[in-house]
């Protein structure tokens, strides 16, 4: 149970990241407001990693971090920027397919019930038909890549997770990413562009220290569908908050709705 509590708070926090990186994002360029984002999420890990002091093992994540958050938040942000805050959270919502796959042939875990639900979502936002025109195709891709990077970072975790403590290998992974980001972006944000992103970081480093506590207690096929609920918050966010440039529509919903059904039903029958 607890690693379904950690993964659902993991998901709340990531949801509202996503808006709070459209909010951030008005008149700040996509790679300031990356590393404007990795930024305090590291402040985070940091703090989390200090209370535990102990480095044992942590370099493999070090080179899971490039992957994500290094890669992904840079497709995230980018996704963000072109497709806004909704669609890319159900796209993203997405992963578990290409993480409970990896899971299942190469760590040789069970199917969980209810990942196909979570995928489903998926399939109706590629079937939505009454998004707004000014959505460039270009962003869904660069929300999928997003989640691929983020479904091999949850699996090489969580096949690594005995060998470090939970705190400091979300740390390590945050250092990498941060590191990525300096060298896509290739300059310092200004005060103004931090303060604006952030919401969004704190929001991304609490995320990331609860996802990996919940992988440290809970197997992939558990933890990334309900991790996967993160639509829902992004979702219900935005037709809130951008309810005129985002246009939530049914197919949407219905999507959003159907990943947190599947979520549900993996902790019911975990």
């Keep these: 149970m607890t690693a379904v509590l950690l993964a659902l708070a993991s998901a709340a926090l990531f949801g509202g990241m996503t808006v709070a990186v459209r909010l951030g994002l008005r008149g700040v360029e996509a790679g300031a407001a990356t590393l404007a984002t990795v930024i305090p999420a590291l402040g985070v890990g940091l703090v989390a990693a200090g209370i535990r002091h102990d480095l044992h093992g942590i370099w493999p994540f070090l080179l899971a971090g490039l992957l994500a958050p290094g890669g992904s938040q840079i497709l995230f942000t980018l996704a963000v920027r072109e497709v806004g805050a909704s669609r890319t959270s159900v796209t993203v919502g997405g992963a578990p397919l290409v993480a409970v ?37 270009i962003g869904f891709a660069f929300a999928a890549g ?34 990525a980001a300096i060298i896509w972006t290739r300059k310092v944000p200004s005060r103004r562009e931090l303060i604006r992103l952030t919401p969004a970081g704190l929001c991304f480093g609490l995320s990331y220290i609860c996802l990996f506590e919940a992988y440290w207690r809970g197997r992939v096929t558990v933890v990334s569908p309900l991790v996967a609920t993160e639509s829902l918050w992004g979702v219900a966010l935005s037709a809130v908050l951008f309810r005129g440039s985002e246009r939530v529509g049914v197919r949407l919903a219905i999507g959003a709705v159907l990943v947190v059904a599947g979520g549900a039903l993996i902790g019911i029958y975990r």
Excluded at 111 to 118: D, P, R, Y
Excluded at 150 to 160: E, G, K, S, Y
């Design 146 to 179: 997003a989640a691929t990077l983020f479904a091999i970072r949850d699996n090489l975790v969580r096949d690594l997770h005995a060998h470090a403590n939970p705190e400091s290998a979300a740390a390590a992974t945050l250092v990498a990413g941060t590191v």
């Design 101 to 137: 796959a990896i899971a299942v042939i190469f760590l040789g875990e069970p199917l969980a019930v209810g990942a196909l639900g979570v995928v489903a979502g998926g399939v109706l936002l590629g079937a939505e038909r009454d998004r707004p025109a000014h959505l460039r195709a």
